[in-house]
Nanobody, 123 residues
Framework: QVQLAESGGGLVQAGGSLRLSCAAS????????MGWFRQAPGKEREFVAA????????YYENSVKGRFTISRDNAKNTVYLQMNSLKPEDTAVYYC????????????????WGQGTQVTVSS
């Protein structure tokens, strides 16, 4: 069992930056691929980024490539999402999630989810 708790969301102007953190409980954190997803009002949840258990491979949704960076610190049981050059269309609730499926970008393959953190980007 893995419990996840996101933090770091907030209100930022377009062009600004935020760093999201996701703290995980459990001794097996390092064996999970970790992902970030987001859901905007009236839209379906979508994949943002994922990182494999060792941190050596990352995946990004096309619209965030070059702006967002996912990373993890297995010693701290924490995964991060650095978001730069934020745009109003990045406004959403951001969720972190854990899966044993290597490098998955499909939300149905993720077993554990945090409660989400709100990111609002003003124009």
């Amino acid at each position: 069992q893995v419990q996840l708790a996101e933090s770091g969301g907030g209100l930022v102007q377009a062009g600004g930056s935020l760093r999201l953190s996701c703290a995980a409980s459990g001794r097996t954190f390092s064996s999970y691929t970790m992902g970030w997803f987001r859901q905007a009002p009236g839209k379906e949840r979508e994949f943002v980024a994922a990182i494999t258990w060792s941190g050596d491979i990352t995946y990004y949704e096309n619209s965030v490539k070059g702006r967002f960076t996912i990373s993890r610190d297995n010693a701290k049981n924490t995964v991060y999402l650095q978001m730069n050059s934020l745009k109003p269309e990045d406004t959403a609730v951001y969720y972190c999630a854990a899966t044993r499926k290597y490098g998955s970008r499909w939300d149905y393959e993720y077993d554990f989810w945090g409660q989400g953190t709100q990111v609002t980007v003003s124009s």
